[in-house]
């Protein structure tokens, strides 16, 4: 077999595979816009040598599949050889990527991302396809300048935080009673936070509904 770096020599690889491509097109439903022909790597045979001939593209015989074809492309010149071309169908997505590094902590602007086409195989789990998902949340870790967003790298803002004055709520019997108070740990919407109630001075928990809006939960 020819190693790669000598197939590059003796034929303009770029074209090989371009070869295979439009062969690989023959064999299968017009792709989608968010779909397209990937080719390689090459192998081929160690005495092939540049073909001077117009070379054939084949399909051999149990090599057609869903997503993926291997197409044999001829050369019959006096020496003839053979390669094979493996070809799949990959699918692409949009994906949020920074632009530069984002500091663990820092809230998420629309100008921290930019948008990328990328193979789906080569993303990570949970990655945003829609970089106005990831704005307004903020970095749980640090992020590389040029990484895909995902959403195990975000979490929302802290609609609570400790010392902050609140406004506790809560269901005295069906009728809504507010009173004034003080958080004691920070938390996100809808997580459990303990707070003060600076009246009675009593320590209770309650869940963060909003900002500043603490819902208590009565026993």
């Not at 070809?87 to 692409?92: A, D, E, H």
Request: charged fraction near 20%; charge should be neutral.
């Amino acid at each position: 077999m020819l190693a790669a770096a000598e197939v590059a020599d003796l034929q303009d690889v770029a074209q090989l595979e371009a070869m295979a491509r439009s062969q690989a097109a023959l064999q299968f439903p017009k792709l989608t816009d968010r779909q397209r022909f990937v080719a390689g790597p090459i192998e081929a045979h160690s005495n092939a040598e540049r073909c001077m001939r117009p070379m054939h593209p084949f399909v051999p015989s149990g090599q057609h599949m869903k997503d993926r074809i291997t197409i044999e492309l001829r050369c019959e010149d006096p020496k003839p050889w053979h390669l094979y071309v493996p070809v799949r169908i990959v699918s692409t997505s949009p994906v949020a990527v920074a632009v530069h590094a984002i500091i663990a902590g820092t809230v998420i602007k629309a100008d921290d991302l930019k948008v990328e086409e990328r193979d789906v195989s080569e993303l990570p789990l949970g990655f945003l396809d829609d970089p106005a998902v990831a704005v307004g949340l903020t970095a749980s870790r640090p992020i590389s300048g040029g990484a895909y967003l995902t959403n195990q790298q975000l979490v929302a803002p802290k609609a609570v935080q400790r010392g902050q004055s609140v406004t506790l709520l809560a269901d005295a019997g069906g009728i809504s009673v507010r009173m004034a108070g003080k958080a004691l740990s920070d938390g996100l919407i809808n997580q459990r936070v303990r707070v003060q109630n600076l009246s009675s001075g009593k320590i209770v928990e309650g869940i963060a509904r909003s900002q500043e809006v603490v819902e208590i939960i009565l026993q």
